[in-house]
């Protein structure tokens, strides 16, 4: 079993142009992944971006799947057809401030991260799940050199597609566990 972080996240490698975060290039990623496996199918489990990620991988059949397991992320066109309402988009209004270019990479790494690890723990249901030695982990990665921009292109790039994408009416026919926290 892996737990990876996805391109742009964590230690991994932070392409800089914004097109190396579609989904073409994220799903191509997992395919990797599990061909670096050697396994002749796999279990996927996602939660948020890579829920999408994982979504798109079962949609478009990229690799059997045996499994799939997705974690507080709706199918993509329950997504699309939730952001038309109010209430959906007053709770997604920081994807379009994460559109704009330099100004959401200079707020997320200033003072070393500070936005953002406030960020986490004021929206957290419980606090103590970010206590201070965490939030130290995500100030470091966000305020390296490019790990701003590599988190926000995911935005960019990835949310686009799943807007745009044509496919995803297409049956997932991979047996399917969607995992809904509504209290934490």
């Not at 996927?44 to 949609?59: E, K, N, R």
């Not at 406030?118 to 957290?124: E, G, I, N, P």
């Not at 799940?129 to 988190?151: K, Q």
Request: with cysteine; hydrophobic share 45%.
């Amino acid at each position: 079993m892996w737990a990876v972080n996805q391109r742009g996240y964590g230690g991994t490698s932070r392409p800089r142009r914004r097109e190396d975060y579609a989904l073409a290039q994220l799903t191509g990623d997992v395919a990797g992944l599990i061909d670096a496996s050697g396994t002749a199918s796999a279990t996927l489990i996602g939660h948020d971006w890579g829920a999408f990620v994982a979504w798109t991988f079962a949609i478009r059949r990229i690799r059997p799947l045996a499994r799939l397991v997705i974690v507080n992320v709706p199918h993509p066109l329950c997504f699309r057809r939730e952001l038309k309402t109010w209430g959906q988009r007053r709770k997604s209004w920081y994807i379009g401030f994460f559109q704009m270019p330099v100004l959401p990479e200079l707020m997320l790494s200033a003072a070393g991260g500070g936005l953002l690890a406030t960020m986490l723990r004021h929206d957290a249901r419980r606090t103590e799940a970010f206590p201070s030695e965490v939030l130290d982990v995500y100030r470091a990665y966000v305020s390296a050199p490019g790990a701003a921009t590599a988190m926000l292109n995911w935005y960019r790039a990835a949310g686009r597609d799943v807007m745009a994408g044509r496919d995803f009416d297409a049956p997932v026919d991979t047996p399917t566990m969607i995992i809904w926290a509504n209290r934490t």
